[in-house]
């Protein structure tokens, strides 16, 4: 009979936050009972589909992950250790639209060491490949699949990268513990550019 109970407790509790959340698991971190929800665990590479800016289906992977670090003589740089930059794809599948900008409601972060970091923590904003590289909001055409980058302060090689909208959207993704994956090309030109090299 316990046992009944406490299954029917936890199914109570499963379904409440269901309903708190509209269905899906909200990734928040911070809380150790909220985490017992947070959406599974992705492998970098898995694609997820995502509400966009206008109300489209988008279809994002993410590609590849870059570390940089920065020479003893460098300016600016990161507050915390590395500059990174995450490539993914963005695939518009039944509109034109877009990611939703931070101000729409949509917002990426990645966990290292127990904290978030969002594209604006830090010197984010000022990483070597600002305004050269496609940045996350980008409009896609229907059917198209365009590469877009966004960037970080993070204190190590790592993390989890997390995918938050207000439509109670979630994802998260393991990165990887070094730079590796592929359409960083972008991110690669605009150091040499920047450093003239």
């Known amino acids: 009979m316990k046992r009944r109970l ?18 899906a698991a ?14 599974k665990l992705l492998k970098f590479g898995q ?16 590609t590849g992950v870059y570390f940089h670090r920065t020479r003893p003589d460098d300016s600016p740089k990161p507050t915390t250790k590395y500059f990174t930059a995450v490539a993914f794809t963005v695939q518009a599948l039944d509109k034109a639209d877009r990611l939703p900008p ?22 984010a904003v000022q990483v070597p490949w600002i305004g050269r590289v496609p940045e996350g909001v980008q409009r896609t055409d229907k059917g198209d699949k365009d590469v877009v980058i966004e ?19 979630s994802f998260r993704w393991q990165m990887p513990r070094k730079t590796s994956g592929k359409h960083l090309e972008p991110v690669h ?8 090299e």
Not at 26 to 39: G, M
Not at 109 to 117: A, E, H, L, Q, T
């Open 47 to 62: 694609s997820v589909v995502v509400k966009g800016e206008r109300g489209g289906r988008l279809r994002v992977t993410p």
């Open 102 to 123: 931070p101000v729409a409601g949509g917002q990426w972060s990645v966990r290292v060491g127990g904290r978030d970091f969002d594209a604006s923590s830090g010197n």
């Open 189 to 196: 030109e605009a150091l040499k550019a920047y450093y003239g």
């Open 151 to 169: 960037s970080f302060d993070l204190p190590g090689m790592g993390g989890i990268l997390m995918w938050k909208d207000r439509s109670a959207g």
């Open 6 to 23: 406490s299954a029917l407790l936890v199914a109570a509790v499963a379904s409440t936050a269901a309903a708190v959340t509209g269905g």
């Open 26 to 39: 909200q990734a928040a971190p911070s809380s150790t009972t909220a985490e017992a929800f947070a959406p």
